[in-house]
Structures are given as C-alpha cells and as structure tokens.
C-alpha cells in the first residue's frame, strides 16, 4: 500500500497532538516541541484584543514555569483531514486548576504531521 489511508493519516495526526497532550499533564515543555513546527504560532484574546506570539517563546516557557504537573482530563473532540492540511480541537479540563479549548492547525511535511498554529480560549469557570 503506497498512500496512507485516512485511518492512518488521522491516528499520526493523534500521535502529535498526544506530545502536546503529554507535555501539558506533565508541566513539560520539552515533550511537547517535537509536535511544534519551529514558526509555530499561537493566538488568543486577552482584553478583546488578539495577540498573536511564538509558540516556541511564550508557550514552552509557559509550561515549564507557571504550571505544575497535573492529571487533567483531555479529549481530541474533532480532527479533519484534507491531504497535508489538518485542524483539531482538544479541551483540556483541570490542567493545573484550568480550563482550556484548544484548536490547531497542523501541515504534514517529509512525512510528520507538526502543529503550525495554536488558537485558544481560557473558559473562566473553574475546572472540576
């Protein structure tokens, strides 16, 4: 079999969102970079205003040094696939007292599915 099948493409795109997911419940930076494309960028709103950082600078150092290692619960609610183009959505209750909804986009390259950008929101209710 030359070309992957959807099943396969969507399990490898679940493979690099489990770093993300792994780097999060384990305060650690370093797991998850491996998922990250180097110009990986993220974005949110903060005071209705959109800011958009690196992924690399803001959220690697963010890990390791405002979070505690946690047992959040995280699910993948969506993944589309369209040939080296992806998107997915992972909510993440009780990551260090959090709530969060994450959406990224991801572009396979040279075979590996890597996160490209990371679009969040903070929900203000309390995990739990």
């Known amino acids: 079999m030359s070309e992957k099948t959807y099943v396969q493409e969507y ?3 679940l493979e690099t969102l489990s770093k993300y997911i792994e780097g999060c419940a384990k305060a650690d ?20 205003a959109v800011t958009r950082v690196s992924a690399h600078n803001a959220l690697f150092d963010g890990i390791d040094n405002d979070f ?5 619960n995280s699910a993948v609610v ?14 993440t209750d009780d ?14 390259a040279n ?3 890597q ?5 969040f929101y903070t929900h203000s209710t309390p995990a739990g």
């Open 78 to 91: 969506t993944v589309d696939i369209v040939g080296d183009v992806a998107s997915a959505r992972v909510d």
């Open 115 to 119: 996160i490209v950008a990371k679009t």
């Open 29 to 48: 930076g370093s797991i998850m970079r491996p998922a990250f494309h180097a110009d990986a960028v993220m974005f949110t709103t903060a005071d209705s």
């Open 111 to 113: 075979g590996e599915w």
């Open 68 to 72: 505690k290692p946690s047992n959040p």
């Open 95 to 108: 990551l260090d007292g959090f709530r969060f909804s994450d959406f990224f986009h991801l572009l396979k």
């Open 11 to 13: 399990n490898a795109v």
